[in-house]
């Protein structure tokens, strides 16, 4: 609808207030039926008014766009009820075809809601011309009623949409900052290697988020993209099992990045770092705990005690599993490290 009545909806109103007015003036009956049939075939809802504001012609569109048949001889308009955008009562004695035929002057520029009968609203924009004998004078009005519900629909979806990109941007960058202070190095260059592999695996993450509009991400997946580069090529090397579970956007990313932090350790210190060492991961999603995830390694060097230097890859993780109530244990095992994260809920 509003692809065929554009930019140009007021030289097309003016077109037909022209011819309307023409056919009215003149005497020729077959002139008048042929421009109403036009006005059938349209399919805009359009009405005419006369001077004093009483229905005298209504399309097939109209009875579609207000969910009633109007009555030829009602007052200023073909819909049940009205209202302003704000949700505020329009009388029908105010609406813009009121207004334009109480002042002499087109309408434009302006929103209105239409309630039908059954109860369902359209938004919609009037665009109501005064029509005008040869000699000047006021002998009624043309109206079209353009359905804009899908746009204002849209809108809508989008002022949400960049409201919550809004939110998430935020707590990405804060998640960002606090990856920036607590990671540490002894070099310039561990500390770019460091700093950079976790702001991938956010962004991996945040990849996930995009696909599913902001909703979150599946924790199969997240724990697939972040053991890819470490599965071999036969893939047995890492064996993951459990149920995939949508997780909300700031528990997915807190995962991601102890995911990624944990497979770090793995790569430099632990059963990733050998060819003959391997991982296992699984997660469950009942008792006590509404998920739980269990890290195992095996066949790396063995490893007896915790490592004297607490780096990012221990106290951050903690410190961010901890703000969202959950626990993380660690067990340093001949046979490689055991690791359980646990989470009181996983509703956003």
């Not at 924790?219 to 459990?242: F, Q």
């Not at 607490?310 to 903690?318: P, R, T």
Request: proline share 6%; aromatic share 6%; charged share 25%.
């Amino acid at each position: 609808m509003l692809d065929l009545f554009g930019q140009s909806d007021e030289a097309r109103i003016g077109e037909i207030a022209t011819r309307y007015a023409a056919s009215r003036s003149g005497a020729d009956g077959d002139s008048e039926r042929r421009f109403r049939d036009l006005l059938q075939a349209l399919p805009a809802a359009i009405y005419t008014t006369d001077a004093e504001g009483r229905i005298t012609f209504f399309n097939r569109a109209c009875i579609d766009f207000a969910g009633r048949t109007p009555k030829i001889g009602e007052m200023w308009c073909v819909t049940w009820k009205l209202y302003l955008p704000d949700g505020t009562p329009l009388p029908h004695d105010e609406c813009p075809m009121a207004i334009a035929l109480k002042q002499n002057r087109p309408v434009r520029d302006v929103e209105a809601v239409a309630e039908r009968p059954d109860g369902s609203r359209i938004c919609f924009m009037p665009y109501p011309t005064p029509l005008r004998d040869e000699r000047g004078r006021l002998v009624g009005a043309v109206n079209m009623l353009v359905d804009i519900t899908a746009r204002k629909q849209a809108e809508q979806r989008m002022m949400l949409l960049t409201s919550e990109v809004d939110h998430r941007a935020n707590n990405l960058l804060a998640v960002a900052q606090a990856m920036l202070r607590l990671t540490k190095a002894d070099t310039a260059e561990e500390f770019q290697a460091a700093f950079a592999g976790r702001l991938s695996a956010l962004a991996n993450v945040q990849r996930l988020f995009s696909a599913s509009r902001w909703t979150g991400a599946n924790l199969k997946t997240i724990v697939e993209e972040e053991l890819r580069p470490y599965a071999g090529r036969d893939g047995e090397r890492i064996r993951i099992a459990g149920d995939d579970v949508h997780l909300p956007p700031t528990l997915a990313q807190s995962i991601a990045v102890a995911l990624h932090e944990l497979a770090t350790n793995a790569a430099k210190y632990g059963a990733l770092s050998t060819p003959s060492g391997g991982l296992d991961i699984r997660w469950e999603t009942n008792g006590a705990e509404p998920l739980v995830l269990h890290w195992s390694e095996s066949g790396g060097p063995g490893v007896n005690e915790p490592p004297t230097r607490k780096g990012f890859g221990i106290g951050a993780v903690d410190g961010i599993i901890q703000t969202l109530r959950g626990r993380v244990t660690r067990q340093w095992r001949p046979e490689g490290l055991k690791c359980e994260l646990s989470f009181p809920e996983i509703a956003a």
